[in-house]
């Protein structure tokens, strides 16, 4: 094995030799175990959540498929439907083209030709990141079998009265000209402003204070084309009188009703509000509740009518509406009617005042253009009957938020849920099944073929719907689509319901929500066992990692590393504002001198799960990389020293007679409570811990410690040969198992560091990941041997601060005096002497009889006993004062803080008689070790 660990010269190898055997397949014959991998948009590459989302998944499947279950990661893609649509059509402006010009078949044929050469970047990604996914199950939601499932869906719930089309108010993007729904609108703070008009009151009417006028309040000026009414509160005494009377709509002409209604907020403005049912979510709830006629004064561009279309609320034309409207204002987009009706108002004295006003403007998350609810016919989901039984699944406990938490954010969206707008006015996606006869009748079927047969419609002329369906309606259908429904395939019946999704909070509407929904209905089963959330990954001050701001990290860049000009290329492309491009060059050259080094796979993964604390967002901290890319550094030279000592060595493993020594019997029951530990974890989604034990037990345990206690034995060409045989059978084996415990956490210096050792450790094996999962055995935990070795690693760290405060050379050997051993002291002392001689590197031991006087000594402390360091000939008087003074601080700052604690009488008449104990038990230890460095600094300052 190279003396160096070097990531780069293993992974892609390693990856390459797991996949092409197959090893990532379900094979094992437990119980089976589950995960869909959510589905990363096929038109993107990974970011950190993608890095941090797939680690997680990852390390689930390898611990449950290394515990025998039959595991299943179903990897696949998402077509992504308006994201994708504005790539290629971008692509396509470049070279002059739109994609009305091609036609709808063109046009698709250029994306799946795209989606064939760019689409597997996102792939090739996942399986840098080590990802074990079952490559030869990749589904993608274009595919045939997927996009038959889709077409099932819709018609089963068609048939089930779950999905109708209707006329309502949508979310309407004027770039890409199809409805969005509410959870891929962004809500931005801007400045605006509100504009106070003057609505000439009709018939004569008067106001309470004499005026012939209402003064409306508005945002959007352009929208009082399309008004229906003015509405006041009807506790509002300054216009009971003037309820059910009537306005003239300025510039249009039109009388007008004013309505009573609670939406209005007298303390608002003058407390009327002007009605436009056909512009805005609010007022369409207010035009349901007056039976208002919905007018629509835009076109899809946002542009102004040259008459507008009224509607009833059941979606029938109102023949009683006269649609003309001023041909002024015919073909003017929305900003420049506000321009010219604002100006108009001014003309004719209606303006009465405009105020600065903070806004909230909704803006196209794809697009990032200012939405326009529009009235318009929409395929819809009827989303309360569904949302009953997923409601009632999580209240069962049948699924399960982890943590438990994020149960009441969903409650709270199901239990108000609105029906779900699932059409999109897009040619990329699955196209709705409804077909259309020339009388303008609607048929719903699986193809054409099934329509005619069903409806008798012969030869009778039909079209298709032209639009396609929302992307999150197939996503929706993952768990279950993948396997292959609507057949019963065997591995539908075998994998399904899954076992665990891994998402972030940020999706639970747009898709955990809807795959319940949707499973629970369709296949009478639920998606998945338990929902795990995680946060969101951001940079190191906590901010949310996003272009604008110069903060995005791409995980392969640390794990391949990249340098300073690539990484400001990276971050700087295509930003339209040279001086905010500059500023963010600027920032990255400042945080990244040197660019990124390589750090490697497995340094990323665990730095991801070690920083995986349930539902809090992560703060992404490069030093933690470092860190962990350095815990690599110590397994690989680790490894490699047992290496040199076990190869080729005799290390017991067919039998042959051994002794363990009490070191070893140590981290042999050490192991075991860290195996018990890290499965504890795993089970309850603890990565974090889990991960902390198993650092703690490999840097802290087996590579700080054990390495080191044991070379006396190792390096003893005298010691028995039964001792060296249990030393080096437990060197190798307790790394070998290490190695399958630190598997799903880092399983490629796991993979390669085990081929390496497994024979000397008697396993065998094609590879780590298919080895059985460590399970800790209690007979196996031995305390004494815990306890002995305490006492020596004490005993030990007491002499190396003395020896470095007192700058005595570690090379030195020194003569020890122990005062106040007890008779376990004097055991632990005479079984551990040879070990203690070499690698405490002593010259003499003496232990203190009673009553007889120690010499002037430096002291350190082993519970109650001391251990002194003569001074003669070593002793600079004034550091091992400085230092008794620090130790003597410290003591009584534990004397003070215990002390309370027991005389504050609330603590004491709480707590447990055993936490009581503890803390008697705590402050009689702190009294004595501070008498005794008082008399020790005593006599000292005295020489």
Not at 20 to 49: C, D, K, R, W
Not at 219 to 237: F, K, Y
Request: charged share 25%; proline share 4%.
């Amino acid at each position: 094995m190279d003396k160096t660990y070097q990531p780069h010269a293993i992974e892609t190898a390693l990856y390459q030799n797991w996949e092409a055997n197959n090893y990532f397949a379900p094979q094992g014959s437990g119980e089976p175990y589950t995960i869909m991998i959510p589905p990363p948009n096929v038109t993107g590459s990974l970011h950190m959540g993608h890095g941090f989302n797939n680690s997680i998944m990852d390390a689930l499947i390898r611990f449950r498929r290394m515990q025998g279950r039959n595991t299943l990661w179903q990897p696949g893609t998402d077509h992504a439907g308006i994201a994708t649509q504005m790539v290629v059509e971008r692509q396509l402006a470049a070279e002059g083209i739109g994609r009305h010009d091609l036609g709808r078949d063109q046009f698709l044929e250029k994306v799946w030709q795209w989606k064939e050469q760019s689409g597997g970047t996102i792939t090739r990604q996942i399986r840098r990141l080590g990802s074990s996914v079952d490559w030869s199950r990749e589904r993608f939601t274009m595919d045939e079998g997927l996009s038959e499932a889709v077409k099932e869906a819709f018609v089963r719930l068609h048939k089930d009265g779950l999905i109708y089309r209707g006329k309502r108010l949508v979310n309407w993007d004027t770039k890409f000209h199809t409805a969005i729904s509410d959870l891929e609108v962004e809500s931005h703070d801007e400045k605006g402003s509100l504009w106070n008009l003057r609505y000439p009151l009709a018939d004569g009417k008067k106001t309470a204070e004499g005026l012939d006028y209402l003064i409306v309040a508005t945002t959007r000026p352009e929208t009082m084309l399309g008004d229906s009414a003015v509405a006041v509160n009807p506790l509002d005494e300054r216009y009971q009188a003037l309820i059910g009377s009537f306005v003239e709509l300025p510039l249009v002409g039109r009388r007008i009703p004013i309505i009573a209604d609670d939406y209005c907020d007298p303390e608002f403005g003058t407390g009327c509000v002007k009605i436009t049912p056909a512009h805005d979510f609010n007022d369409y709830e207010v035009g349901k509740r007056h039976n208002l006629p919905l007018i629509n004064i835009f076109d899809k561009n946002a542009a102004v009518l040259a008459t507008a279309q009224a509607f009833n609320l059941d979606g029938s034309v109102n023949d009683q509406f006269d649609g003309s409207l001023p041909a002024k204002y015919a073909g003017l987009n929305r900003f420049e009617a506000r321009k010219q009706i604002v100006a108009d108002f001014d003309a004719a004295g209606l303006l009465e005042k405009i105020e600065d006003h903070a806004l909230k403007v909704p803006k196209g998350d794809r697009s990032g253009t200012i939405i326009e609810p529009w009235l318009t016919d929409q395929w819809y989901v009827s989303t309360k009957p569904l949302a009953e039984k997923a409601i009632a699944v999580v209240e069962s406990g049948e699924i399960q938020f982890v943590p438990k938490q994020y149960e009441n954010m969903y409650f709270s969206w199901m239990r108000d849920i609105q029906d779900w707008c699932i059409s999109r006015q897009l040619w990329w996606g699955h196209r709705i099944p409804a077909w259309y006869d020339d009388s303008g009748n609607v048929y719903v079927g699986r193809d054409e073929a099934e329509v005619r047969a069903t409806h008798n419609l012969g030869d009778a002329n039909l079209r298709q719907d032209e639009d396609v369906l929302d992307t999150w309606f197939s996503s929706g259908l993952w768990t279950f689509s993948t396997l292959g429904w609507p057949q019963q395939t065997d591995f539908l019946k075998t994998f399904h319901p899954t076992d665990v999704l891994v998402t972030g909070f940020d999706i639970i509407f747009f898709w955990v929500a809807r795959m319940i929904m949707l499973s629970t209905h369709l296949t009478g089963q639920i998606p998945f066992k338990t929902v795990y959330v995680h946060g969101l990954v951001r940079d190191g001050q906590g901010q949310k990692m996003s272009k604008s701001k110069g903060n995005v990290l791409d995980p392969l860049d640390i794990v391949d590393g990249i340098d300073l000009e690539a990484l400001v290329t990276k971050r700087t492309s295509g930003m339209m504002q040279p001086k905010l491009a500059e500023k963010i060059a600027k920032q990255t050259r400042a945080e990244f001198p040197e660019g990124i080094a390589a750090y490697g796979t497995d340094a990323l993964r665990f730095t991801n799960l070690a920083l995986a604390s349930t539902g809090r967002d992560i703060k992404f901290d490069m030093g933690r990389v470092e860190g962990y890319r350095n815990f690599c550094n110590k397994i690989w030279n680790a490894a490699n020293f047992v290496i040199e000592n076990t190869d080729g060595q005799d290390t017991g493993v067919n039998g042959e007679p051994v002794e363990l020594s009490s070191v070893d019997r140590w981290i042999i029951s050490a192991l075991q409570r860290t195996e018990a530990e890290v499965t504890r974890q795993l089970d309850a989604f603890r990565f974090d811990m889990a991960a902390q034990a198993l650092y703690e037990f490999i840097w802290d345990e087996y590579c700080a410690w054990y390495l080191e206690l044991v070379k006396p034995v190792l390096w003893d060409e005298n010691a028995p040969l039964e001792r060296q045989r249990g030393t080096r059978r437990t060197l190798v084996r307790v790394l070998e198992v290490a190695l399958r415990l630190a598997h799903p956490f880092m399983p490629f210096i796991t993979e390669e560091i085990w081929q390496r050792i497994k024979g000397q450790a008697g396993v065998s094996g094609d590879t780590i990941m298919l080895q059985q999962w460590p399970v800790a055995n209690e007979e196996r935990i031995d305390a004494a041997a815990e306890g002995d070795i305490e006492w020596v690693k004490q005993l030990m760290l007491g002499l190396r601060q003395i020896r470095g405060e007192m700058k005595i050379s570690m090379a030195k050997r020194i003569d020890i005096i122990l005062a106040n051993a007890n008779d376990e002291d004097r055991r632990r002392l005479a079984d551990n002497l040879p070990l203690l001689n070499k690698l405490a590197k002593l010259e003499s031991v003496r232990v203190l009889e009673a009553g007889e006087e120690a010499p002037m000594s430096a002291t350190a402390l082993v519970g109650e006993m001391q251990v002194l360091v003569p001074m003669a000939g070593l002793i600079d008087k004034d550091a091992e004062l400085a230092r008794l003074d620090k130790e003597i601080a410290r003591l009584d700052g534990e004397v003070q803080r215990v002390g309370g604690k027991l005389s504050n009488q609330g603590f004491v008449a709480k707590a447990p008689a055993e936490v009581l104990e503890k803390e008697r038990a705590k402050l009689a230890e702190a009294e004595l070790a501070l008498r005794n460095m008082v008399e020790q600094r005593g006599k000292i300052a005295n020489l």
